[in-house]
């Protein structure tokens, strides 16, 4: 089985600058998350979508992160303009469904390989 | 929104058993506690996954006391690729797990 797909795997940018990353999910994931993850601080989730809609953006710092799944597949996160405190792994993740199912084990959430941005 | 406290670091040898215990004092009736591992430059990785007792797989084992208001990751005979950083995250209810700093783990040779 495919893992969770991400590119590019590395980005360099000056500020101001506009970057996309793009995420390709596990087949049949209906539920998809882009996490921040800042060195030496644990993933930090910026947006989760269930097939093609939001279910959680409370973290995602609108004025400049965007993030799309408009096929309920793929997934892109744009930062425009980007700021020097934007260099972080951008990390792509999906999982079956959300939530509890009663009886059942909870969503096993699988991670990609991340892309590296750094902002100079 | 159930928090984890974890150790910071820890320091083991190559071959001895590791146990890593992450405290989630305000875990719901839904919530399970997963374990993830990550290696740098890498996304992190599911380890194992319970609600109560004991659970192992070919990698860990989880032990859940009654009052589930804690957890111990196991790893039997670590080896110098079990470095790494390791989550505890409890949830999969109505919200999402949130990542804590995490367990840095150094295997020593």
């Known amino acids: 089985e495919a893992g969770v797909a991400q590119s590019p795997r590395y980005k360099i940018i000056e500020k101001r600058q506009s970057v996309a990353f793009w995420c390709n999910p596990i087949s049949g994931h209906a539920t998809l998350y882009w996490y921040q993850q800042i060195l030496g601080q644990g993933p930090k989730l910026l947006i989760q979508f269930q097939n093609n809609g939001v279910v959680d953006d409370s973290q995602l710092p609108k004025d400049r992160f965007s993030a799309e799944r408009l096929k309920g597949v793929d997934s892109t996160l744009k930062i425009q303009p980007a700021k020097l405190e934007d260099s972080a792994v951008y990390l792509c993740?999906?999982?079956?469904?959300?939530?509890?199912?009663?009886?059942?084990?909870?969503?096993?959430?699988?991670f990609g390989e991340g892309s590296w941005l750094t902002v100079v | 929104l159930a928090k984890t406290t974890q150790p910071i670091s820890m320091d083991s040898y190559e071959g001895q058993e590791v146990n890593i215990t992450c405290s989630h004092n305000n875990i719901a009736t839904n919530d399970y506690i997963t374990w993830y591992q990550q290696f740098p430059s890498q996304g992190p990785r599911f380890i194992i996954q319970g609600y109560k007792t004991k659970v192992t797989n070919e990698v860990a084992s989880l032990f859940i006391p009654a009052d589930r208001k804690s957890s111990t990751l196991s790893l039997p005979r670590v080896s110098l690729s079990d470095t790494a950083v390791y989550y505890c995250?409890?949830?999969?209810?109505?919200?999402?797990?949130?990542f804590g700093r995490g367990t840095s783990l150094i295997v020593h040779p």
């Open positions: 993740a999906s999982s079956k469904g959300w939530g509890q199912i009663p009886g059942g084990s909870g969503n096993t959430i699988y």
């Open positions: 995250l409890v949830g999969a209810g109505s919200y999402i797990p949130t």
